[in-house]
Each structure stands twice: as structure tokens, then as C-alpha cells.
């Protein structure tokens, strides 16, 4: 590691502030060599893999359906959209396509993790701002959340859910109840949330005009989903390429004007509330029927390649497969949103302070090991 | 009655009559009696420092819809002991390449310090161990050396993020000691002393007579500035967790974080008594009719209310940032304490 920071030139004002892997706002392992010049950022250099597991290379040892669990672990704040993209790239690759009782399904527990890792995130970046009590709100709600995932397939955090082809349970019988009241207390406690946040001084001072990323650098450096929204570039794969039955939801995409943290912050909040809408439509229109296509069980995809991507809490997640006729692949490539959100970073906090850095790292809401993988 | 004045007169009546006996001087008689005030006080605020740590966490944990501590006693009352005695056990760990003296006498400034100011704090009627005629300034002066054991902590340390800590505690600080000192100064145009115990005198036990009502705009700078004196949030820009993980004190282990952990809560409580000695008539009650409580129980509910409303702004707001902070002192409380001070010049002149 020391030659990493033996070459970077320093004048006598400026030093080097080694941020990280275990600092409180690095969320997780990130390491951050910062040059300052005082309380300055002068550059940020991200040091990253300090939680590769490499998962791409387990793929290529696993079957179709053996891999789905290891997907669970590329973003554990969301593991339920990595779950619905891996079945849909391997039902892409083998023209499968799941019922519409299970398309619907896979849309509830989707958007109920975007709730709950957008609360994470809302959780987390208050945290980063000195705030502590509205992180603790935010988990509350977001237990309500992982006691509907229990219910309906025993597990709180990584759920191996999905299956190719379908999902792996049905929901329970009182799980349409509990969920209709998750959203009618969750949509009164977002309004508490932006009662202590929205409109703060403190809060907007600390976020307006900080971080502000136009569109152009966004789309360079690969950033997508509510950290590109934030900008006001209207982009989402929901709407844009729609997969299950996203299509049929009535459901708007909030877009930021500014690009800074505050209008990362708000576009979330409202996500959460579009999220709740999503989830009531599909508990009316919930259709009848089986939850999981026949798939044969000694699964041999057609060789060829596919590429699928969706909209995950964080942006646009998405898996290239390369498949040769046998049981397992023989390439996955795995595109992850924090990845690319993390990127803008370096650009994003040159010449603010560390207290800055700070903000506008929890508002691009980076989930380390889906950086890593 | 339950007043502690009785108790001071009897514990004087003994003491000279055993003094007498012995045929020891006057002077043994005040060094023996100044001594046993010191170390009341001192057992005061070690019970008050644990009391207010463990009420912090359970003001916290209501504030989050939670329970905090509540394996140890009733409630958890005995949490802190726990901790503290935890704490004791540790191991002393110095950094290498640190300034060695100066990182052993931080902790002990920052403690030292916060015990010194309660020397002129009125507890009560007749509970006061040194009415000095400078009261005010003995405490804006002694309460100034936190900042010196911050600095000291951040330097020796050998840490970077303990020294961006201290450097911003430094600037801090300095910047609020003149609104802070400001804000005082209305009040002390009305009761014209700068003696704690007059003060107390001068505004009596009527409500309506207490300074916060003339000095509203005094007691709400006098609040916000002495807020950022503390390091409490919204500006604990020296030890900011996310930002600089713990600031000053992270090199600090075992009973040297300890000391500076129990003297910023002592210094909580050190506020809440000087606005409740200042602001809210001290230890007088509201009514006259209310003068069956002890005085110095109106004393500790005042300070503790004070300290309550500061626990308050802890769990609600997020942090400023520096350059804010300290623009909000040079261009909102400089100003707004001056208008006060002007304001109260011109009137107490009128009236």
C-alpha cells in the first residue's frame, strides 16, 4: 500500500489523510487516500477490492439455479432485484418467461427492497450529517419491511427468492393485508422524514449546491438510476425497456433539477413513495395462477450470449452471460450501478471540505461489495 | 426544612467548637472547612457526571423510539458505573511518536477545569462555596480551558484526524466566546454585579423578574453559543464521528478518554447552572407561595432542564459544517448580541 501514496507529489501545505477501510462513513470497506490542503479536498484517490470475493468466477463453477444464492450477496441492502435480474438474464438466454401471477410477485418484493434500501440510504446519509435519530426511524420502517420478507420466504437479508422461471413460494394468506398496512403507516412516516430533513437549515445548507453533477459527466463516467435522476436525466429501465409487467403499473419517475446532494436526497424520498404506489397496484391487480414456469430439472440454456439489466434501488444492475450448452456458464459479467455511481466521486468532492466529501459519498448511496463483487 | 444551609451552619458550629478545643487557629478552621466544600463538590458532580451520562442515553433512545440501557438495575441506572469501571481496567495506550506530557495533562486540563467553575455556582440558599466578586468572568475565564486540553489532546496525539479535530476546535471556540461573553453582559447591566450570588438576590423569587423575560435575546444566544463551547451538535465539529471518526480524543483509551467523556458531560451541566443562575433566578422558586421545595432543588430542575433542551438539539439536527459555523457567529450572533447588549444599556439608562 505504501507505494500507492509514496507517489503522489505534495507541496508544503498539502498532506495525505488515509480515509478509510474502517472509518464510520466509508460504508464498508471503501479506502479513500485524500490530499488536503487544510480542511480542503484537493484529490481523492479510492482505493477499491478490499471485499472482492470473485463472485463472476464462482459463476462459471455453479449451475443456472446454484448461482442464484450468491447473487443474494452483490448487494445485500437489495438483494431481491440482483435475485430478478440473474432469473430474468437466464430466462432471456433459455426463452422462458414466468407467469404473470409471479411477474407481479417479483414487482412487490422488487419495490418493497427499493423501499428498504432507499431507507437504508436515507438512514445513512443523515447519519453522515450528524444526525442520528432519523436513522433509527428509518429502520424501523424498514423492519416492518424485512418481517413481510420472512413471512413469505423465512429469510431478512438475503432472500433467494426468485427462481428461474418464477418465484420460489407463494405469498402467505395475511401477507396482502400486513403489506396494504405497511404502506398506508409507511407513506405518514415519509412525511416525518422530510418534517425533520426536507426543509432543515442545517439539512440544506449542508447539501444545497454541494456535489453538483451535470448530466454529461454522469453519463461519461457511468453513473445511473437516482444518483443520474438527481440531475434530471429521465432515465429508468422500468419505464424505458419495461420486464415484468412493469409496463402495467401507473407510476411517475422523479427527476432532480440541480444535480447536488439535496436533489439525490429528494429523488429518493419520492422514489419511496412512487415504490409504495407500484406495490398497491400490484397487490389489486395480483393475478391468479401458477408462480413458476416448467423448467426441466437438469437446466442445459442454449449456447449464446445475453445481456439484461434493470432498474436496482441503486441504478442499473445487470448480467452478461456467456453460455455454452452445459449446466453452467461460461462467462458472467456482472454490471453493477455503485460501480459506476462511485466513479463520480473523485470528480464530485475536488475543492470542498472533508465535511463534504462526507455528504456527497452517502448520496450516492454506494453499496460496497457490489462495488468489489 | 430539607435546605442545606442548616446543615453548612451545623457542620461550621461542629467543626469550630472541635477546632477551639484543640486550640488550632482560625485559619485551620477555613482550610478544613474550604477542603470539605471541595470535596462535596467534587462527590456532587462524579454522581452528577454518571446521572447525566445514563440519562443522555435514555433521552436518546425515547428520543429513537427505543429503550437504551436496561440490563443493569432498574432502568439501567447502574450502566455507567459498569462502563466506568470497565474503563478503569483498560490499558493506558500512548501512540508512538506522541507528545508524551502533553498527552497525559489533557485529560487532566479538561477535567481540572470543569470542577473549578463550580467554586461560585449557587446550590442553593447559603450553598455557595465562594462568592466571588467577579464571579462571571472566574467562569468565562476557567471555562475557556477546555479548548486548551482540545488543542493539547488533538496536537499530541500524533493523528491526523486528531489534529484537523483540534485545529477546529480551536477556531470554534474562539469564535464563541465572544457572543457567549456578549450575551452575559445584558444581564449583568441589570443586576449591575458580576457576583454569582447577587445575581440571584437581584432577581428573586418572582417569575416575572427573572432575566430571561428582559433578556430573551441573552439567554437564546447565550444557549446556541455555549451549545457550540460544548462540541454538542449541531456543531461537534471537533470530534465529528463521520467526518473524523472521533476527532481529538481517538488516540485516548481507558481512563484518559474517560475524563475527557465525563467533562464534556460536566460541562453540559455546568451551562444549564449558569443560565439557571443568570436567566432563571438560580435556586429562587417561581412563586413565593413555592418556597416549601428546597432551593436546591429548583436548582438541579432548572439546570437539568437546560441540559434536557441541549440533549434536545443533540438528537434532531444534523451538523453544520465549519465554514458555516463559524460564519454563523462572526454574522449572526456577534451582531445580535451587540444589538442586546445596546438595547439593555439604553433601557436600563431610561428606566
Known sequence: MSEMIDNVPLTEEEFLLNMGPQHPSTHGVLRLVLKMRGEFIEDVIPHIGYLHRSIEKIAENRT??????????????????????????????????????????????????????????????????????????????????????????????????????????????????????????????????????????????????????????????????????????????????????????????????????WDRYIVRVQEMRESCNIVDQALDGLPEGEIKAKVPGLFKPPAGEVVMRIEAPRGEMGYYVVADGTTKPYRVKIRTASFGNLQVLRYLSRGYKIADLVAIFGSLDVVLPEVDR | MLELSGLFQWIHAVASGLFSSLGLSEIFLDIFLMTLAGAAIIVFLALMALFLIWWERKVAAHFQDRLGPMMT??????????????????????????????????????????????????????????????GILYILAITTFTVISIVMAGWASNNKYALLGGMRSASQVISYEVPLTLSLMG????????????????????????????????????????????????????????????????????????????????????????????????????????????????????????????????????????????????KVLLPLSFVNLILTAIAVQIF
Open chain 2, 73 to 134: 438495575g432498574w432502568h439501567g441506572w447502574l450502566q455507567t458505573i459498569a462502563d466506568a469501571i470497565k474503563l478503569l481496567q483498560k490499558e493506558d495506550i500512548v501512540v508512538a511518536n506522541a507528545d508524551r506530557p502533553v498527552h497525559f495533562w489533557a485529560p487532566v486540563v479538561a477535567f481540572a477545569s470543569c470542577f473549578m467553575v463550580y467554586a461560585v455556582i449557587p446550590f442553593g440558599k447559603g450553598a455557595l462555596a465562594a462568592d466571588l466578586n467577579i
Open chain 1, 64 to 261: 443456472y439455479a446454484q448461482f442464484m444464492p450468491y447473487t443474494d450477496r452483490i448487494d445485500y441492502c437489495a438483494s431481491m432485484p440482483c435475485n430478478l435480474a440473474w432469473a430474468l438474464t437466464v430466462e432471456k438466454l433459455a426463452g422462458i418467461e414466468a407467469p404473470p401471477r409471479a411477474q407481479y410477485l417479483r414487482v412487490i418484493m422488487t419495490e418493497l427492497n427499493r423501499i428498504a434500501s432507499h431507507l437504508i440510504y436515507l438512514g445513512v446519509m443523515s447519519l453522515d450529517l450528524g444526525a442520528f435519530t432519523p436513522f433509527l426511524y428509518a429502520f424501523r420502517e424498514r423492519e416492518m419491511i424485512l418481517d413481510l420478507f420472512e413471512m413469505t420466504c423465512g429469510q431478512r437479508l438475503t432472500y433467494n427468492y426468485m427462481r428461474i422461471g418464477g418465484v420460489a413460494r407463494d405469498i402467505p394468506p395475511d401477507f396482502a393485508s400486513k403489506c396494504r398496512e405497511f404502506t398506508r403507516i409507511f407513506r405518514k412516516r415519509v412525511d416525518d422524514y422530510e418534517a425533520i430533513l426536507t426543509n432543515n437549515p442545517i439539512f440544506l445548507t449542508r447539501t444545497k449546491n454541494i456535489g453538483v453533477l451535470p448530466i454529461k459527466v454522469g453519463l461519461e463516467y457511468g453513473a445511473s438510476g437516482p444518483t443520474i435522476r438527481g440531475s434530471g436525466h429521465n432515465w429508468d429501465i422500468r419505464k424505458a425497456e419495461p420486464y415484468s409487467s412493469y409496463d402495467k403499473f401507473n407510476f411517475s419517475v422523479p427527476l432532480g433539477k440541480n444535480g447536488d446532494v
Open chain 2, 187 to 330: 444581564a449583568v447591566l441589570m443586576a449591575g454585579t458580576l457576583s454569582m450570588g447577587q445575581f440571584v438576590e437581584a432577581q428573586g423569587p418572582y417569575i416575572w423578574k427573572w432575566y430571561i423575560w428582559p433578556q430573551f435575546l441573552g439567554f437564546a444566544i447565550y444557549l446556541t453559543a455555549s451549545t457550540a463551547e460544548l462540541n454538542r451538535t449541531p456543531f461537534d465539529l471537533p470530534e465529528a464521528e463521520q467526518e473524523l471518526v472521533a476527532g481529538f480524543n481517538i488516540e485516548y483509551s481507558g481512563m484518559k478518554f474517560a475524563m475527557f467523556f465525563l467533562a464534556e458531560f460536566l460541562n453540559m451541566f455546568t451551562v444549564g447552572a449558569v443560565a439557571t443562575t443568570i436567566f432563571l433566578g438560580g435556586w429562587q422558586p417561581p412563586f413565593p407561595a413555592l418556597s416549601f421545595i428546597p432551593s436546591w432543588l429548583w436548582f438541579l430542575g432548572k439546570s437539568l432542564f437546560i441540559v434536557f433542551l441541549i440533549m434536545w438539539f443533540k438528537w434532531t439536527y444534523p451538523r453544520v459544517r465549519v465554514d458555516h459555523l463559524l460564519g454563523f457567529a462572526w
